[in-house]
T-cell receptor, first 114, second 112 residues
Framework: GQQLNQSPQSMFIQEGEDVSMNCTSSSIFNTWLWYKQDPGEGPVLLIALYKAGELTSNGRLTAQFGITRKDSFLNISASIPSDVGIYFCAGQLGSGGSNYKLTFGKGTLLTVNP | NAGVMQNPRHLVRRRGQEARLRCSPMKGHSHVYWYRQLPEEGLKFMVYLQKENIIDESGMPKERFSAEFPKEGPSILRIQQVVRGDSAAYFC??????????FGQGTRLTVV
């Protein structure tokens, strides 16, 4: 089956620093999604990407859909303490039957030191 | 517009009992998905349902697990004769169409 490799597994940064994390896949996806999960909560959708090469921002977050459709990255600029959490990438094949399901990476644990 | 509602948030069951997890999708959403998350792991797809239909259950164990999304009422994930390995967080997500699934807060199942 499809697998997503997400890196790094964890990051420890100082408040104000920029952060970058990425996901690579062994196969093509037609949609990439980035989620953040706080302890004891469900994943919250941050950014959705639908086109190869697309670059999308949401406040201090920027994500890109790789040209090959096998990768995506997420950048967080000027980190703040509330950015702490686990960030997951997820890929989706697209429309049609079972292609709706999401394949998740294992997550990047972000710790921000004030 | 309320988000995806899951209950209970926490569920403790003894080995051999049944667990019933409920999910009410967001208003207007007809697609429901169930995912399982083990500690320090990503979410793994279990089943995808639309009203009264199971579209894809390829991620669901063949034995003891079942899911439904009736015409009226919430979606139910049912686990019969639970075992310790079933302990996990179970998340429901809904979407109005094919993309942008929104997740509930999850049900943490502990089997003792």
């Amino acid at each position: 089956g499809q697998q997503l490799n997400q890196s790094p597994q964890s990051m420890f940064i100082q408040e104000g620093e920029d952060v970058s994390m990425n996901c690579t896949s062994s196969s093509i996806f037609n949609t990439w999604l980035w989620y953040k999960q706080d302890p004891g909560e469900g994943p919250v959708l941050l950014i959705a990407l639908y086109k190869a090469g697309e670059l999308t921002s949401n406040g201090r977050l920027t994500a890109q859909f790789g040209i090959t459709r096998k990768d995506s990255f997420l950048n967080i600029s000027a980190s703040i303490p509330s950015d702490v959490g686990i960030y997951f990438c997820a890929g989706q094949l697209g429309s049609g039957g079972s292609n709706y399901k999401l394949t998740f990476g294992k997550g990047t644990l972000l710790t921000v030191n004030p | 517009n309320a988000g995806v509602m899951q209950n209970p948030r926490h569920l403790v069951r003894r080995r051999g009992q049944e667990a019933r997890l409920r999910c009410s999708p967001m208003k207007g959403h007809s697609h429901v998905y169930w995912y399982r998350q083990l500690p320090e792991e990503g979410l793994k797809f279990m089943v995808y349902l639309q009203k009264e239909n199971i579209i894809d259950e390829s991620g669901m164990p063949k034995e003891r697990f079942s899911a439904e999304f009736p015409k009226e009422g919430p979606s139910i994930l049912r686990i019969q004769q639970v075992v310790r390995g079933d302990s996990a967080a179970y998340f429901c997500a809904s979407s109005p169409h094919s993309t942008e699934a929104f997740f509930g807060q999850g049900t943490r199942l502990t089997v003792v």
